[in-house]
Protein backbone atom coordinates (compact mmCIF):
# COMPACT_ATOMS: atom_id res chain seq x y z
CA UNK A 1 0.00 0.00 0.00
CA UNK A 2 1.31 3.25 -0.53
CA UNK A 3 1.26 5.58 2.12
CA UNK A 4 -0.33 9.33 1.23
CA UNK A 5 -2.28 12.03 3.12
CA UNK A 6 -5.07 10.28 2.18
CA UNK A 7 -4.45 6.82 3.93
CA UNK A 8 -3.55 9.02 7.26
CA UNK A 9 -6.54 10.75 7.18
CA UNK A 10 -8.42 7.69 6.66
CA UNK A 11 -6.31 6.07 9.49
CA UNK A 12 -7.03 9.09 11.82
CA UNK A 13 -10.83 8.81 11.31
CA UNK A 14 -10.94 5.13 12.05
CA UNK A 15 -9.07 5.75 15.75
CA UNK A 16 -11.76 8.41 16.35
CA UNK A 17 -14.57 6.35 15.20
CA UNK A 18 -13.58 2.99 16.64
CA UNK A 19 -12.61 5.06 20.40
CA UNK A 20 -16.45 6.65 20.28
CA UNK A 21 -17.35 2.90 20.22
CA UNK A 22 -15.20 1.94 22.34
CA UNK A 23 -16.47 3.74 24.99
CA UNK A 24 -20.07 3.21 24.26
CA UNK A 25 -20.00 -0.36 24.38
CA UNK A 26 -17.77 -0.84 26.91
CA UNK A 27 -21.02 0.15 29.17
CA UNK A 28 -22.95 -2.39 27.71
CA UNK A 29 -20.61 -5.45 28.98
CA UNK A 30 -22.07 -8.05 31.62
CA UNK A 31 -21.08 -7.56 35.13
CA UNK A 32 -17.67 -5.51 35.58
CA UNK A 33 -15.69 -6.65 32.78
CA UNK A 34 -16.01 -3.40 30.63
CA UNK A 35 -15.36 -1.06 33.40
CA UNK A 36 -13.09 1.71 33.85
CA UNK A 37 -11.32 2.19 36.83
CA UNK A 38 -9.26 5.00 37.98
CA UNK A 39 -6.45 5.54 40.05
CA UNK A 40 -5.42 8.62 41.90
CA UNK A 41 -2.11 10.52 40.63
CA UNK A 42 0.07 12.68 43.14
CA UNK A 43 2.41 15.12 40.97
CA UNK A 44 3.75 18.14 41.44
CA UNK A 45 4.55 21.40 39.33
CA UNK A 46 6.75 24.43 40.07
CA UNK A 47 4.58 28.26 40.29
CA UNK A 48 6.18 31.55 40.83
CA UNK A 49 6.46 32.30 44.70
CA UNK A 50 4.20 35.64 43.40
CA UNK A 51 1.31 32.84 43.68
CA UNK A 52 -0.27 31.61 46.45
CA UNK A 53 -0.49 28.21 46.03
CA UNK A 54 -2.11 27.35 49.12
CA UNK A 55 -5.05 29.24 47.45
CA UNK A 56 -5.69 26.94 44.65
CA UNK A 57 -8.25 24.45 43.98
CA UNK A 58 -6.75 20.98 44.97
CA UNK A 59 -3.12 21.99 45.78
CA UNK A 60 -1.08 22.50 49.24
CA UNK A 61 2.12 24.26 49.55
CA UNK A 62 5.13 21.62 50.01
CA UNK A 63 8.10 23.61 49.71
CA UNK A 64 9.97 26.51 48.93
CA UNK A 65 13.13 26.06 46.60
CA UNK A 66 15.01 28.88 44.61
CA UNK A 67 16.03 28.00 40.87
CA UNK A 68 17.35 29.82 38.27
CA UNK A 69 18.18 32.79 40.88
CA UNK A 70 13.92 33.05 40.98
CA UNK A 71 11.98 32.13 43.99
CA UNK A 72 9.96 29.42 43.52
CA UNK A 73 6.76 27.13 44.98
CA UNK A 74 6.24 23.26 44.26
CA UNK A 75 2.65 22.95 44.59
CA UNK A 76 1.02 19.09 45.28
CA UNK A 77 -1.96 17.66 43.35
CA UNK A 78 -3.99 15.02 42.86
CA UNK A 79 -6.38 13.81 40.32
CA UNK A 80 -7.46 11.12 39.30
CA UNK A 81 -6.88 8.82 35.80
CA UNK A 82 -8.62 6.79 34.23
CA UNK A 83 -7.00 2.92 33.41
CA UNK A 84 -8.70 2.17 29.83
CA UNK A 85 -5.98 -0.78 29.01
CA UNK A 86 -7.33 -3.33 31.45
CA UNK A 87 -11.05 -3.20 29.92
CA UNK A 88 -10.11 -3.38 26.59
CA UNK A 89 -7.57 -6.00 27.22
CA UNK A 90 -9.78 -7.90 28.81
CA UNK A 91 -12.57 -7.72 26.48
CA UNK A 92 -9.94 -7.60 23.43
CA UNK A 93 -11.85 -11.17 22.19
CA UNK A 94 -15.41 -9.04 21.86
CA UNK A 95 -13.79 -5.71 21.63
CA UNK A 96 -11.83 -6.73 18.13
CA UNK A 97 -15.23 -7.92 16.57
CA UNK A 98 -16.77 -4.39 17.24
CA UNK A 99 -17.41 -2.79 13.66
CA UNK A 100 -15.17 0.07 14.04
CA UNK A 101 -12.71 -1.61 16.01
CA UNK A 102 -12.61 -4.20 13.10
CA UNK A 103 -12.03 -1.74 10.06
CA UNK A 104 -9.62 -0.16 12.24
CA UNK A 105 -7.36 -3.62 12.63
CA UNK A 106 -7.88 -4.10 8.59
CA UNK A 107 -6.54 -1.18 7.71
CA UNK A 108 -3.78 -1.07 9.94
CA UNK A 109 -3.31 -4.98 9.12
CA UNK A 110 -2.98 -3.37 4.97
CA UNK A 111 -0.30 -1.03 6.01
CA UNK A 112 1.96 -3.29 7.36
CA UNK A 113 4.90 -4.49 5.21
CA UNK A 114 6.09 -8.02 5.03
CA UNK A 115 9.03 -7.18 6.37
CA UNK A 116 8.16 -5.78 9.16
CA UNK A 117 5.19 -8.60 10.05
CA UNK A 118 7.84 -11.43 9.13
CA UNK A 119 10.32 -9.90 12.04
CA UNK A 120 7.39 -9.36 14.63
CA UNK A 121 6.77 -12.92 13.80
CA UNK A 122 10.31 -14.57 13.88
CA UNK A 123 10.23 -12.78 17.54
CA UNK A 124 7.33 -15.10 18.48
CA UNK A 125 6.65 -13.85 22.00
CA UNK A 126 3.95 -11.35 20.92
CA UNK A 127 0.90 -12.28 23.09
CA UNK A 128 -1.48 -11.47 19.94
CA UNK A 129 -1.19 -10.79 16.47
CA UNK A 130 1.40 -7.13 16.49
CA UNK A 131 -1.31 -5.05 14.18
CA UNK A 132 -4.13 -6.16 16.99
CA UNK A 133 -1.50 -5.24 20.07
CA UNK A 134 -0.99 -1.52 17.71
CA UNK A 135 -4.77 -0.71 18.09
CA UNK A 136 -5.47 -1.93 21.33
CA UNK A 137 -2.75 0.51 22.89
CA UNK A 138 -3.55 3.08 20.37
CA UNK A 139 -7.35 2.86 21.47
CA UNK A 140 -6.48 2.41 25.13
CA UNK A 141 -4.52 6.27 24.65
CA UNK A 142 -7.30 8.07 23.03
CA UNK A 143 -9.76 6.36 25.14
CA UNK A 144 -7.94 7.81 28.11
CA UNK A 145 -7.80 11.52 26.20
CA UNK A 146 -11.64 11.25 25.71
CA UNK A 147 -12.28 10.54 29.17
CA UNK A 148 -10.47 13.60 30.57
CA UNK A 149 -11.48 15.16 28.72
CA UNK A 150 -9.20 16.33 25.83
CA UNK A 151 -9.32 16.79 22.10
CA UNK A 152 -8.40 13.88 20.08
CA UNK A 153 -8.70 14.89 16.54
CA UNK A 154 -5.17 16.30 16.18
CA UNK A 155 -3.38 13.87 18.28
CA UNK A 156 -5.25 10.58 15.90
CA UNK A 157 -3.85 12.65 13.41
CA UNK A 158 -0.24 12.22 15.04
CA UNK A 159 -0.86 8.90 16.03
CA UNK A 160 -1.94 7.81 12.35
CA UNK A 161 1.32 9.00 11.24
CA UNK A 162 3.20 7.40 14.02
CA UNK A 163 1.71 3.81 13.54
CA UNK A 164 2.18 4.01 9.24
CA UNK A 165 5.85 4.62 10.00
CA UNK A 166 6.26 2.17 12.45
CA UNK A 167 4.22 -0.61 10.54
CA UNK A 168 6.27 0.15 7.35
CA UNK A 169 9.78 0.22 8.81
CA UNK A 170 11.29 -3.40 8.70
CA UNK A 171 12.19 -3.14 12.30
CA UNK A 172 11.31 -1.95 15.85
CA UNK A 173 11.26 1.67 15.65
CA UNK A 174 12.71 3.30 18.82
CA UNK A 175 12.01 7.02 19.88
CA UNK A 176 14.14 8.85 22.43
CA UNK A 177 13.94 11.99 23.77
CA UNK A 178 16.19 14.45 26.42
CA UNK A 179 14.32 17.67 27.95
CA UNK A 180 16.87 20.35 27.67
CA UNK A 181 17.26 22.49 30.98
CA UNK A 182 18.27 26.40 30.26
CA UNK A 183 17.93 26.21 26.76
CA UNK A 184 15.89 28.71 24.33
CA UNK A 185 15.12 29.57 20.93
CA UNK A 186 13.20 31.48 19.04
CA UNK A 187 11.28 30.83 17.03
CA UNK A 188 9.64 27.98 18.52
CA UNK A 189 9.84 25.76 15.71
CA UNK A 190 11.80 22.61 15.39
CA UNK A 191 15.57 22.83 14.30
CA UNK A 192 16.10 19.58 11.98
CA UNK A 193 19.60 18.34 12.53
CA UNK A 194 19.28 14.78 10.50
CA UNK A 195 16.42 13.24 8.94
CA UNK A 196 16.23 11.30 12.35
CA UNK A 197 17.89 13.75 15.27
CA UNK A 198 16.26 17.12 15.42
CA UNK A 199 16.08 19.50 18.31
CA UNK A 200 12.19 20.92 19.34
CA UNK A 201 10.13 22.72 21.12
CA UNK A 202 7.47 21.24 23.37
CA UNK A 203 3.90 21.16 22.24
CA UNK A 204 1.25 21.94 24.25
CA UNK A 205 0.26 18.51 24.03
CA UNK A 206 3.01 17.18 26.15
CA UNK A 207 3.44 20.24 28.68
CA UNK A 208 1.22 18.77 31.46
CA UNK A 209 3.19 14.79 31.02
CA UNK A 210 6.53 16.73 30.54
CA UNK A 211 6.22 19.87 33.08
CA UNK A 212 4.22 18.43 35.75
CA UNK A 213 1.93 15.24 36.28
CA UNK A 214 5.05 13.16 35.78
CA UNK A 215 7.96 15.41 35.81
CA UNK A 216 10.09 15.43 33.00
CA UNK A 217 8.71 12.30 30.01
CA UNK A 218 6.90 10.73 32.12
CA UNK A 219 9.61 9.37 34.27
CA UNK A 220 8.46 9.09 37.77
CA UNK A 221 9.85 11.85 39.41
CA UNK A 222 11.58 9.96 42.34
CA UNK A 223 14.17 8.94 39.37
CA UNK A 224 15.48 12.75 39.11
CA UNK A 225 17.15 15.17 41.62
CA UNK A 226 14.71 16.67 43.68
CA UNK A 227 15.01 20.08 42.17
CA UNK A 228 15.52 19.01 38.76
CA UNK A 229 11.90 17.26 39.30
CA UNK A 230 9.79 20.70 38.47
CA UNK A 231 12.26 22.41 36.33
CA UNK A 232 10.47 24.03 33.58
CA UNK A 233 10.93 21.95 29.90
CA UNK A 234 10.40 23.75 26.66
CA UNK A 235 12.50 22.21 24.66
CA UNK A 236 13.74 18.36 23.75
CA UNK A 237 16.12 16.37 21.60
CA UNK A 238 15.08 13.42 20.02
CA UNK A 239 16.35 10.85 18.03
CA UNK A 240 14.39 8.01 16.01
CA UNK A 241 16.27 4.79 15.67
CA UNK A 242 15.19 1.36 13.66
CA UNK A 243 16.17 -1.50 15.52
CA UNK A 244 16.67 -4.38 13.29
CA UNK A 245 15.75 -7.57 15.80
CA UNK A 246 14.38 -7.86 19.21
CA UNK A 247 16.48 -5.67 22.16
CA UNK A 248 17.72 -2.28 21.83
CA UNK A 249 21.26 -2.25 20.89
CA UNK A 250 20.22 1.00 19.00
CA UNK A 251 20.29 2.75 22.57
CA UNK A 252 23.90 3.34 22.52
CA UNK A 253 23.84 5.13 18.83
CA UNK A 254 20.77 7.46 19.87
CA UNK A 255 22.68 8.42 23.09
CA UNK A 256 25.73 9.15 21.40
CA UNK A 257 23.60 11.88 18.69
CA UNK A 258 21.90 13.42 21.53
CA UNK A 259 25.21 13.71 23.57
CA UNK A 260 26.96 15.31 19.94
CA UNK A 261 23.87 17.63 19.55
CA UNK A 262 24.43 18.72 22.94
CA UNK A 263 28.08 19.19 23.09
CA UNK A 264 28.20 20.94 19.07
CA UNK A 265 25.77 23.37 20.52
CA UNK A 266 27.50 24.40 23.80
CA UNK A 267 30.67 24.72 21.16
CA UNK A 268 28.89 26.75 18.56
CA UNK A 269 28.12 29.23 21.33
CA UNK A 270 28.75 30.44 24.54
CA UNK A 271 26.27 29.58 27.58
CA UNK A 272 25.01 26.79 29.35
CA UNK A 273 22.53 23.69 29.16
CA UNK A 274 21.88 20.80 29.92
CA UNK A 275 20.01 17.32 30.02
CA UNK A 276 19.58 15.02 32.82
CA UNK A 277 17.70 12.16 31.79
CA UNK A 278 16.88 10.54 28.26
CA UNK A 279 13.54 8.86 27.41
CA UNK A 280 12.72 5.40 25.15
CA UNK A 281 9.37 4.51 24.13
CA UNK A 282 8.84 2.15 21.24
CA UNK A 283 6.44 3.34 18.51
CA UNK A 284 4.01 3.43 19.03
CA UNK A 285 4.01 1.72 22.30
CA UNK A 286 4.45 -1.59 21.12
CA UNK A 287 6.79 -4.48 22.38
CA UNK A 288 8.10 -7.99 21.25
CA UNK A 289 6.71 -9.45 24.62
CA UNK A 290 3.87 -7.10 26.48
CA UNK A 291 0.61 -6.29 26.26
CA UNK A 292 1.32 -3.45 27.72
CA UNK A 293 3.06 0.22 26.29
CA UNK A 294 6.71 0.22 26.66
CA UNK A 295 7.68 2.31 29.63
CA UNK A 296 10.38 5.29 29.60
CA UNK A 297 13.21 4.30 30.45
CA UNK A 298 15.38 6.75 32.89
CA UNK A 299 19.29 7.20 31.99
CA UNK A 300 21.03 9.37 34.45
CA UNK A 301 23.65 11.47 33.42
CA UNK A 302 26.16 14.64 35.03
CA UNK A 303 23.90 17.32 35.32
CA UNK A 304 24.84 20.88 37.72
CA UNK A 305 22.24 23.91 38.19
CA UNK A 306 22.27 25.93 35.68
CA UNK A 307 21.77 30.09 36.64
CA UNK A 308 21.72 31.30 32.93
CA UNK A 309 20.14 30.59 29.70
CA UNK A 310 21.82 29.15 26.42
CA UNK A 311 19.60 30.97 23.95
CA UNK A 312 19.61 30.99 19.70
CA UNK A 313 18.55 33.87 18.32
CA UNK A 314 16.64 33.27 14.68
CA UNK A 315 19.91 34.17 12.71
CA UNK A 316 21.85 31.75 14.74
CA UNK A 317 19.31 28.97 14.05
CA UNK A 318 20.81 27.69 10.51
CA UNK A 319 24.18 28.10 11.45
CA UNK A 320 23.58 26.35 14.66
CA UNK A 321 22.29 23.53 12.50
CA UNK A 322 24.79 23.37 10.17
CA UNK A 323 27.85 23.19 13.00
CA UNK A 324 25.81 20.48 14.27
CA UNK A 325 25.78 18.17 11.05
CA UNK A 326 29.81 19.28 10.71
CA UNK A 327 30.57 18.13 14.29
CA UNK A 328 28.59 14.47 13.84
CA UNK A 329 29.78 14.35 10.25
CA UNK A 330 33.22 13.62 11.87
CA UNK A 331 33.90 9.86 12.32
CA UNK A 332 34.62 8.46 15.33
CA UNK A 333 38.18 7.43 15.47
CA UNK A 334 41.69 8.33 15.99
CA UNK A 335 41.52 11.11 13.45
CA UNK A 336 39.03 12.73 15.76
CA UNK A 337 39.37 11.93 19.15
CA UNK A 338 40.53 15.67 19.67
CA UNK A 339 37.30 16.63 19.02
CA UNK A 340 35.56 14.33 21.48
CA UNK A 341 38.12 15.12 23.96
CA UNK A 342 37.99 18.74 23.59
CA UNK A 343 34.23 18.78 23.45
CA UNK A 344 34.59 16.62 26.89
CA UNK A 345 36.87 19.99 28.54
CA UNK A 346 34.26 22.23 27.44
CA UNK A 347 31.70 20.72 29.50
CA UNK A 348 34.04 19.88 32.60
CA UNK A 349 35.23 23.37 32.29
CA UNK A 350 31.50 25.10 32.45
CA UNK A 351 31.20 23.29 35.24
CA UNK A 352 33.86 23.93 36.75
CA UNK A 353 33.30 26.19 41.00
CA UNK A 354 37.18 27.52 41.13
CA UNK A 355 38.57 29.78 38.34
CA UNK A 356 41.58 28.26 38.15
CA UNK A 357 40.12 24.64 37.36
CA UNK A 358 38.20 26.56 34.00
CA UNK A 359 41.87 27.91 32.91
CA UNK A 360 43.16 24.49 33.11
CA UNK A 361 40.33 23.08 31.20
CA UNK A 362 40.21 25.67 29.23
CA UNK A 363 44.04 25.09 28.29
CA UNK A 364 43.81 21.76 27.74
CA UNK A 365 40.67 21.54 25.08
CA UNK A 366 42.77 24.52 23.20
CA UNK A 367 45.54 21.82 23.35
CA UNK A 368 44.19 18.97 21.84
CA UNK A 369 43.16 21.23 18.90
CA UNK A 370 46.12 23.07 17.90
CA UNK A 371 48.66 20.89 19.42
CA UNK A 372 48.60 17.56 18.21
CA UNK A 373 51.46 17.08 15.71
CA UNK A 374 53.94 18.64 18.09
CA UNK A 375 55.72 18.80 21.18
CA UNK A 376 58.15 21.36 20.65
CA UNK A 377 58.04 24.89 21.00
CA UNK A 378 55.12 24.64 22.86
CA UNK A 379 54.03 27.88 24.51
CA UNK A 380 55.12 29.91 21.04
CA UNK A 381 53.20 27.48 18.81
CA UNK A 382 50.39 27.28 21.15
CA UNK A 383 49.75 31.07 21.03
CA UNK A 384 50.86 31.76 17.34
CA UNK A 385 48.41 29.04 16.21
CA UNK A 386 45.34 30.47 18.42
CA UNK A 387 46.15 33.72 17.37
CA UNK A 388 46.18 32.84 13.59
CA UNK A 389 42.89 30.85 13.60
CA UNK A 390 41.26 33.43 16.38
CA UNK A 391 42.55 36.77 14.64
CA UNK A 392 41.25 38.52 11.65
CA UNK A 393 43.91 41.46 11.43
CA UNK A 394 47.20 42.17 12.88
CA UNK A 395 46.22 44.08 16.16
CA UNK A 396 43.60 41.07 16.77
CA UNK A 397 45.94 38.60 15.98
CA UNK A 398 48.54 40.31 18.49
CA UNK A 399 46.21 40.52 21.37
CA UNK A 400 44.97 36.34 21.00
CA UNK A 401 48.59 36.04 21.32
CA UNK A 402 49.35 37.81 24.09
CA UNK A 403 46.31 36.28 25.81
CA UNK A 404 46.73 33.07 24.86
CA UNK A 405 50.48 32.98 26.26
CA UNK A 406 49.49 33.85 29.23
CA UNK A 407 46.91 31.38 29.62
CA UNK A 408 49.52 28.56 28.83
CA UNK A 409 51.98 30.48 31.30
CA UNK A 410 49.37 30.55 33.79
CA UNK A 411 48.33 26.73 33.48
CA UNK A 412 51.73 25.46 34.20
CA UNK A 413 52.39 27.18 36.93
CA UNK A 414 49.28 25.99 38.45
CA UNK A 415 50.40 22.54 37.40
CA UNK A 416 53.90 22.94 38.80
CA UNK A 417 52.67 24.48 42.14
CA UNK A 418 54.28 28.14 41.65
CA UNK A 419 52.62 30.86 42.77
CA UNK A 420 49.25 31.88 40.14
CA UNK A 421 48.83 35.40 39.09
CA UNK A 422 45.28 34.94 38.49
CA UNK A 423 45.30 36.50 35.25
CA UNK A 424 44.78 35.94 32.63
CA UNK A 425 41.33 34.41 34.17
CA UNK A 426 39.52 31.16 33.66
CA UNK A 427 36.35 33.39 32.40
CA UNK A 428 38.28 35.15 30.18
CA UNK A 429 40.07 32.04 28.76
CA UNK A 430 37.01 29.84 28.33
CA UNK A 431 34.88 31.58 25.25
CA UNK A 432 38.67 32.09 23.81
CA UNK A 433 38.75 28.38 23.77
CA UNK A 434 35.19 27.59 22.61
CA UNK A 435 35.99 29.83 19.59
CA UNK A 436 39.36 27.69 18.80
CA UNK A 437 37.70 24.64 19.37
CA UNK A 438 34.46 25.71 16.91
CA UNK A 439 36.90 27.21 13.65
CA UNK A 440 39.30 24.19 13.89
CA UNK A 441 35.98 21.73 13.40
CA UNK A 442 34.66 23.95 10.85
CA UNK A 443 38.03 24.05 9.03
CA UNK A 444 38.35 20.51 9.33
CA UNK A 445 35.00 19.31 7.24
CA UNK A 446 37.25 19.64 4.09
CA UNK A 447 40.61 18.90 5.45
CA UNK A 448 42.40 16.69 8.31
CA UNK A 449 43.28 18.43 11.21
CA UNK A 450 47.06 17.17 10.76
CA UNK A 451 47.18 19.00 7.18
CA UNK A 452 45.59 21.92 8.98
CA UNK A 453 47.85 22.74 11.52
CA UNK A 454 51.06 22.37 9.07
CA UNK A 455 49.00 24.77 6.87
CA UNK A 456 48.67 27.62 10.09
CA UNK A 457 52.27 27.20 10.45
CA UNK A 458 53.12 28.23 6.77
CA UNK A 459 50.31 31.14 7.08
CA UNK A 460 52.56 33.64 8.79
CA UNK A 461 55.04 33.37 5.49
CA UNK A 462 52.93 32.06 2.63
CA UNK A 463 49.48 34.07 2.80
CA UNK A 464 48.53 36.91 0.23
CA UNK A 465 47.89 40.12 1.38
CA UNK A 466 44.58 40.94 3.24
CA UNK A 467 44.48 36.65 3.04
CA UNK A 468 42.24 35.44 5.66
CA UNK A 469 42.96 32.02 6.75
CA UNK A 470 39.56 30.31 5.79
CA UNK A 471 40.91 31.57 2.08
CA UNK A 472 44.21 30.82 2.38
CA UNK A 473 43.33 27.26 3.38
CA UNK A 474 41.14 26.89 0.49
CA UNK A 475 44.66 28.02 -1.70
CA UNK A 476 46.78 25.97 -0.04
CA UNK A 477 45.14 22.58 0.85
CA UNK A 478 45.47 19.37 -1.05
CA UNK A 479 43.10 18.63 -3.77
CA UNK A 480 41.57 15.92 -2.04
CA UNK A 481 40.71 15.44 2.37
CA UNK A 482 43.03 12.34 3.44
CA UNK A 483 40.56 9.66 4.69
CA UNK A 484 39.67 10.07 7.96
CA UNK A 485 40.99 6.63 10.09
CA UNK A 486 38.17 5.07 11.78
CA UNK A 487 39.07 2.32 13.25
CA UNK A 488 36.89 1.67 16.03
CA UNK A 489 34.78 0.56 12.82
CA UNK A 490 31.69 3.04 14.08
CA UNK A 491 29.21 4.70 11.46
CA UNK A 492 26.72 7.08 11.52
CA UNK A 493 23.71 4.99 10.99
CA UNK A 494 20.86 7.84 12.08
CA UNK A 495 21.38 9.74 8.49
CA UNK A 496 19.46 6.38 6.81
CA UNK A 497 16.32 6.47 9.15
CA UNK A 498 12.99 8.47 8.32
CA UNK A 499 11.40 11.61 10.42
CA UNK A 500 9.03 11.28 12.70
CA UNK A 501 6.06 13.46 13.55
CA UNK A 502 5.93 15.36 16.88
CA UNK A 503 4.40 13.00 19.87
CA UNK A 504 1.34 13.61 21.77
CA UNK A 505 1.48 13.04 25.77
CA UNK A 506 -1.66 11.20 25.67
Known amino acids: MVLDMTTTLELAKLIEVATLECQEKLKLLPGDSGKIETEEVH ?32 VRESRREARTLAPLERNWATVGTWPSVK ?23 TPRPVTEHYALITLSK ?46 SEPINILPALRVRPVSEDETDDISMRRSILGLP ?36 AIEGVVRALRIFKDGQ ?31 SPIDQTYSLSPKDLGEAADFVRAYLAHPSGVSSEWIDLAARRLTDA ?30 FRFASRGAIVLGRTPEEREKYYSLLKGAYNRRSDILHGKADPGTPSGREALPVARAVLRIMIEHTKTISIMELLRLL ?8 DGETLSQ ?33 SG
Not at 281 to 302: C, H, I, Q, R
Open 43 to 74: FHRIVSADTQPQDAVGMSAEATVSGNKKSSWI
Open 103 to 125: ELIQIIESIESSGHRDLFKAAGN
Open 142 to 187: ALQRLLRPSEIGSWSLVQASCLEQALTTKGELNHYVAPLIGFVASP
Open 221 to 256: YRYLPPLLQFMQTDWVIECDVVEPRPGHSSGANAAN
Open 273 to 303: FDYATVGHNTVPYGTFTSGTENPWFPSAFAW
Open 350 to 379: YRRDLDRDKLIDSVVMMETALMRDTNQELS
Open 457 to 464: DRYAVSRR
Open 472 to 504: FVARARPANKPKEDTTDGSQNTLMAHPPIGRRP
